[in-house]
DNA sequence: CGCCGCTTTGAGTCCATTCAATTCCGGTGG
DNA sequence: CCACCGGAATTGAATGGACTCAAAGCGGCG
């Protein structure tokens, strides 16, 4: 039985190496995975180890990158691209985040070699630096200096998933939307306007709804000045933006 | 202004102490302090450094430890009793997590000298030890034993909120009871039981729900074998129970 | 025994989802 | 350049699940 699932692991792995593109590291890209703030204390022979065990790959879009329940082999840096972090539970299938360049994933389970929690697909054609999660532990073994970037990283993502918690609990779809949108959008005089650069299906299931309400939703919000303009929104009233994602239950406005 | 709010957390500060009662630290609650993960191997003297700067308070059922959204100036260690981690936002409450002695709570926002994301309040009266921040970050910058098990203690965290989150996003109310009464009883023989330690209402705002609906589910679980007595359940089907953690949709029993 | 707080039950409402149909949009080929 | 296609997004109507409000049990404790 072990042996089937060994097999099939090495067979996944040669389709995906088929599948994909391996490249050599550019100087460049080395030196913007360096400033990162995950490797930028760590000693230039240990960030040299990382390097030379590491690859980098490209994929196509929609290809699946990580499965949720295995064993975690690599810390997975996206030097290009988009990532879609998700979870996939008996058929229904749910957002958990997005990812652009320069970031890294999944760090908890390589460190604690544990399985994956969550899923990872390229929703655009991308560039992975894939590091063994073995050398990984081995630097941070080895560099104290390692140490400190490692909980600061792990420290932020934990908080971040509080957040969304907490928003999921408390807070309706309308209200994850206008903070959404408030969040990431970006201010331009006195109106603020993000682009969502992904299906708006997407967005949806990241913010716990389906596709039908997110649409419904913004249509309510044009109530708050905001405009739809296919994947870009506009909004001439950030302020009401801001008190709507600040969860204002109190007004009953209409 | 500034002046104002530090004038005011001296009174909390104050308020506190006084309702509180400090302690002098017992060799036995040391010696289980330092049996935690967290601290089991760190060196005697950087030990010595926590525990001289920590102190041990007894505190009242009811008393909020933490408010969401000060400063992170102490780890806290639960050392008996009961404390619930909780947020609150306009008005609305929802519960995040329970603990339980031994455990420490908000590492990250210590690290990362941050403010809580969540409150803290004992559910029962409870002996709490607090470990300045400051001495914690000074620990785990001199002692490079102390990295790994403050890594792991995050990423443990970390995953445990994703889990949350997903549950969260993609199983109903009953099935999330389901999953906790299973997760949580101790098999007798081929029943199940499980031991609410504190009021249903602090459990349905954990799975995201209200008492009624909570208390709907627990009768709904009849059908599964389950009995409800008082804080007590028992199953006598733990299989099922554990189908529908697992969130069978596609049994449509009926 | 009787009070008080927690829990359960009931009834009605509301909001999000589902299912279905239509519109919109980008890309392709004639 | 335009017609057409397919996937995405929106809209509509109907359903259902969870919530709110209100009232009635239940249980522990003085």
New binding site residues.
């Given amino acids: 039985m072990i042996a089937f699932v060994f097999l099939f692991d090495i067979c996944q792995f040669l389709m995906q190496r088929m599948a994909a593109e391996t490249l050599t590291l550019r100087a460049e890209d080395i030196h913007t995975v360096r400033s990162l703030p995950l490797f930028a204390d760590i000693s230039e022979s240990q960030f040299g180890a990382l390097m030379g065990a590491a690859f980098l790959q490209r994929f196509p879009a929609q290809t699946q990158l990580i499965h949720e329940g295995d064993q975690a082999d690599f810390l997975h840096v996206i030097v290009e691209g988009m990532v879609e972090m998700f979870s996939t539970s008996n058929g229904?299938e749910t957002t958990i985040g997005f990812l652009e360049p320069v970031s890294t994933f999944i760090l908890a389970a390589v460190l604690v070699e544990k399985v994956y929690l969550q899923s990872a697909r390229t929703l655009e054609p991308s560039r992975i630096l894939m590091i063994p999660a073995q050398a990984i532990r081995d630097v941070f073994a080895r560099d104290p200096a390692f140490a400190g970037p490692v909980v600061r990283e792990l420290a932020e993502r934990y908080r971040e998933v509080v957040r969304q918690l907490k928003s999921q609990k408390m807070q309706?779809?309308?209200e994850r939307l206008a903070a959404w949108l408030f969040a990431r959008g970006e201010r331009r005089g006195d109106v603020i306007e993000t682009r969502?650069p992904?299906?708006?299906?997407?967005?949806?299931s990241f913010l716990?709804?389906?596709?039908?309400?997110?649409?419904?939703?913004?249509?309510s919000l044009a109530d708050h000045g905001v405009t739809?303009?296919?994947?870009v929104i506009f909004c001439n009233r950030p302020d009401a933006l801001a008190r709507l994602a600040r969860t204002e239950h109190s007004t009953h406005d209409h």
Same sequence: chains 1, 2.
Avoid: D
């Fill in positions: 229904e309706s779809g309308l969502i992904f299906e708006k299906a997407k967005l949806a716990g709804m389906t596709r039908e309400s997110l649409s419904r939703s913004f249509a739809v303009r296919g994947r």
